[in-house]
Nanobody, 123 residues
């Protein structure tokens, strides 16, 4: 049974930092790219950042290029999203998702999804 479980979401003040985790099971993690997506209220889900199975990262949001970092630990079957200098516009539900080998910022291309974790940036 494939599972992706996000954790680490919560309330953070503008300018603050947050680290999300995506723990996975049920598939061969080292063969998959892992992407982070987010969905703000009333908006479509959008790609944020991705890391390939070989560790190369790809950004899909210009606003987050210098603030968000993605890493992975293949031994732990877990990926991470480190967010810094956060802004109210970063508020939303953050999802991790998996795709065989290659990254994609299009949600339709992802094979497996987590249930999401809420991130709220507010003072």
């Amino acid at each position: 049974q494939v599972q992706l479980v996000e954790s680490g979401g919560g309330l953070v003040q503008p300018g603050g930092s947050l680290k999300l985790s995506c723990e996975t099971s049920g598939f061969t993690f080292p063969y998959y790219s892992i992407g982070w997506f987010r969905q703000a209220p009333g908006k479509e889900r959008e790609g944020v950042i991705c890391i390939t199975n070989t560790g190369r990262s790809a950004h899909y949001l210009n606003s987050a290029k210098d603030r968000f970092t993605i890493t992975r630990d293949n031994a732990a079957n877990t990926a991470y999203l480190q967010m810094s200098a956060m802004q109210p516009e970063d508020t939303g539900v953050y999802y991790c998702a998996a795709r065989t080998l290659l990254c994609s910022g299009d949600p339709k291309d992802l094979e497996y999804w987590g249930q999401g974790t809420q991130v709220t940036v507010s003072s």
